[in-house]
């Protein structure tokens, strides 16, 4: 095990690079740098803020007015949500995974350039209510920006069930311009009209309006095309069979305390985990890994 303080770096010379530093709200927060790429993460949330490519705009957004400190969630980059998604009686939106500041376990400039990053989730009262178990998170930056919440059921004898939700906010130019792909005959929740079960006709999904619904019993690759940014994302996944689709617009957005107004302009989630229908159930000693591999393309 490999752990960090404040102004620590990796051996100078090596292709990947992780620096300690305490960053917004004096959170702790590690910062790495491979040869294609940068990203960010804090410990609080084990939450990645920031992946860019050297030649690219950021991957990731993160609002201007998201808070940074204890027990509040950070807007934007990829919340952790674990182990319940959405609202829960008497308990928080989404989960406390994401409010928690997850324990560096591990990092690893591997010889290739990239850079592994393990972190756990530490034991915390909220965790009470379930079976005991861990959750790891490895998040691996290279050329494109891989993650992977490993979720193992450490009871003998009881079933662990659970939901989780990998929650990417994606920059792009301007919201209503992109497309998104790979949706098309799903049936979905409809947030925004009280989750009524709805299908997906279209081949393409443009945002012009309030956008919340729960695509279920899809494993499949999500691309969002963005003519103002030029580029393409891919989102991939694995040990995954829900895709939620987020974006506020006007009126959610001025709600928000934590998110600009005109923000809504300039996002857009697409969220990868197991939700609603599709939450997962663990058997005794069983473990469960949600992978997510972020890449982009330059469009010619
Ligand atoms: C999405 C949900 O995943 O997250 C939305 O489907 C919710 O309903 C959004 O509004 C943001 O949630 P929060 O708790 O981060 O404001």
């Known amino acids: ?16 690079r992780v620096t300690f530093l305490d960053g917004r709200g004096e959170l702790p927060l ?18 990645v803020t920031h992946f860019k490519k050297h030649d690219e705009p950021p991957l990731l957004f993160l609002s201007q007015c998201s808070r940074f400190a204890d027990g509040q969630p950070i807007r934007g980059g990829i919340p952790v949500v674990f182990p319940w998604f959405g609202q829960r009686e008497g308990l928080g939106q989404h989960g406390f995974a994401r409010v928690k500041a997850w324990d560096l376990k591990e990092f690893a400039p591997a010889p290739d350039g990239s850079v592994s990053v393990r972190l756990r989730l530490p034991a915390c009262p909220e965790a009470a209510g379930f079976p005991p178990f861990t959750a790891d998170y490895l998040v691996t930056v290279s050329q494109s920006l891989t993650l992977q919440l490993i979720i193992t059921n450490q009871s003998k004898d009881a079933e662990f069930t659970f939901e989780n939700c990998l929650h990417s906010y994606f920059e792009v130019g301007d919201v209503t311009a992109i497309s998104l792909s790979g949706l098309k005959g799903l049936n979905y929740l409809d947030k925004v009209a009280h989750f009524v079960e709805e299908t997906e006709t279209r081949d393409a999904l443009r945002i012009a309006s309030e956008v919340d619904r729960i695509y279920l019993n899809t494993t499949g690759t999500v691309e969002i095309l963005d003519p103002r940014l030029g580029r393409r994302i891919r989102v991939e996944k694995q040990g995954s069979a829900s895709t939620v689709v987020w974006n506020p617009w006007i009126a959610k957005s001025r709600h928000l305390t934590d998110f600009g107004d005109e923000e809504y302009e300039r996002m857009i989630c697409v969220e990868s985990g197991n939700v609603a229908s599709n939450s997962v159930s663990l058997a005794p000693g069983a473990t469960s890994t949600l992978t997510v591999k972020l890449s982009t393309e330059t469009l010619k």
């Open 1 to 16: 095990m490999t752990t960090g303080k404040p102004g620590q770096t990796t051996k100078p010379g090596a292709l990947g």
């Open 30 to 47: 590690l910062e790495i740098s491979t040869p294609w790429s940068t990203a960010e993460i804090y410990l609080h949330g084990a939450q």
